[in-house]
């Protein structure tokens, strides 16, 4: 049964174009992720929402957005990819809270390819 | 700010062989440390979760441990078969602040088993 989906697993758009990836989970968790992942680096975590409260990580460009309308759903929005943004875009969420800190759970990531 | 290193950055064995897989962190202020594996363009799977009061973890012919004041985990590979082929990423979730369950991750091992 999936748990954290990622809606498409493959995204091409071009230069200048804006595009959005989405997210969704069936654990209710409260908090989301998003982590970008160029080729053959680790990870780096972009944003979070703790239920929310919208928390961006201080070196995330201008040029990334992000949306979380209900607990289940986050979007993320690059308003105008540029070459460098293509990587792969990987969703987690987890619960936290004063009782529970509860590892993440990945979403299989959306391939984002800029021409 | 958390730092987290793996070495080696790759490993190619024969098939039976077992092996070490090395990561160090800066911050011992952590809640827990998990690996992961990723396949080439694929999501990452967890393998191991350790919380920061236990030393190690086993499941099946993978064992992990942690020595949470010297910053330092290994993950062990018994036996080690083709399949086990893949990125192996080391990941602290750094305690204190409002890191809400943030993952730091290591640039990964890059690990061939061949025939």
């Known amino acids: 049964d999936a748990m954290v989906i990622q809606n498409p697993r493959y995204q091409v758009t071009q230069f200048g174009k804006p595009v959005t990836l989405s997210c969704s989970q069936t654990?209710?968790?409260?908090?989301m992720y998003w982590y970008q992942q160029k080729s053959s680096q680790a990870p780096k975590l972009l944003f979070h929402y703790y239920d929310k409260d919208f928390n961006n990580e201080a070196d995330t460009p201008d040029n990334f957005q992000s949306r979380r309308p209900n607990t289940s759903f986050c979007f993320l929005d690059i308003r105008s990819p540029g070459l460098g943004d293509a990587a792969m875009y990987l969703c987690?969420?987890?619960?936290?809270?004063?009782?529970?800190?509860?590892?993440?759970?990945f979403g299989p990531g959306t391939r984002l390819l800029v021409l | 700010k958390q730092e987290v290193t793996q070495i080696p950055a790759a490993l190619s064995v024969p098939e039976g062989e077992n092996l070490v897989l090395n990561c160090s962190f800066t911050?011992?202020?952590?809640?827990?440390l998990q690996w992961f594996r990723q396949d080439p363009g694929k999501g990452l799977t967890s393998l191991l979760l350790i919380q920061s009061s236990q030393r190690e973890q086993t499941s099946g012919r993978l064992n992990a441990s942690l020595d949470k004041s010297s910053g330092r985990s290994t993950l062990y590979i018994a036996a080690s078969q083709p399949g086990d082929s893949a990125t192996y990423l080391c990941?602290?979730?750094?305690?204190?602040?409002?890191?809400?369950?943030?993952?730091?991750f290591g640039q990964g091992t890059i690990l061939t088993v061949h025939p």
């Open positions: 654990l209710n968790h409260n908090v």
């Open positions: 990941a602290v979730m750094s305690a204190g602040g409002t890191s809400y369950g943030k993952l730091t």
């Open positions: 911050d011992s202020a952590i809640y827990n």
């Open positions: 987690a969420t987890s619960r936290w809270d004063s009782q529970s800190r509860e590892t993440q759970y």
